[in-house]
């Protein structure tokens, strides 16, 4: 089943509502799927636009504060993992957000359903060199990180 929205333009479902958009990541241009929260009948919450519609008017500013938080999660994941003590070639020593530009890509954006927070809530989620299997997964709330972790963390 496809809709057009007006917001999220023209949508496929199959267990959600989904599309292929195409954002600029740091310089690059990046395709990317957009997935959205939704019953069949193609009706969004008005807090579905609002979170979606603020993300794209600050994503130039957002991306810098995103690429911060993964840089200090992947510091964490290090060190959990004992890989500041002992070498392994999926997690090498990494100082700077542009060396950490080499390792990600994005690949989702999320759009739940509006009431699961009281603030605006976007989802993204990135493939990463060092956890091919898990990924990364960033919560946005009012267009700030919330939360850094696993993929599902942005579901």
Same mark, same amino acid.
């Given at each position: 089943m496809r809709i *057009? #929205?007006?917001? $999220?333009? !023209?949508?496929?479902? !199959? $267990?959600?509502? &989904?599309?292929? /958009? @195409?954002?600029? $990541? $740091?310089? #690059? @241009?990046? !395709?990317? #799927?957009?997935?959205i929260d939704g019953e069949e009948e193609g009706e969004f919450d008005e807090g579905q636009y609002i979170a979606y519609k603020a993300l794209m008017n600050s994503w130039e500013a957002i991306q810098h504060s995103v690429l911060t938080a993964i840089l200090s999660y992947y510091?964490?994941?290090? /060190?959990? =993992?004992?890989? #500041?003590? &002992? =070498?392994? !070639? *999926?997690?090498?020593?990494?100082? @700077?957000?542009?060396e950490l530009l080499e390792m990600i890509s994005l690949e989702g954006l999320v759009v739940p359903y509006a009431d699961i927070f009281e603030a605006r809530h976007i989802g993204l989620t990135l493939n990463c060199s060092w956890d091919n299997e898990n990924g990364i997964g960033i919560r946005l709330l009012n267009e700030e990180v919330s939360e850094v972790g696993y993929q599902d963390v942005a579901i």
């Open positions: *057009k #929205d007006e917001t $999220f333009g !023209e949508l496929q479902y !199959e $267990f959600g509502w &989904s599309r292929t /958009i @195409t954002l600029n $990541f $740091f310089g #690059d @241009t990046t !395709e990317m #799927d957009l997935m510091k964490r994941k290090r /060190i959990e =993992l004992g890989y #500041d003590k &002992s =070498l392994n !070639e *999926k997690y090498p020593l990494v100082e @700077t957000t542009h």
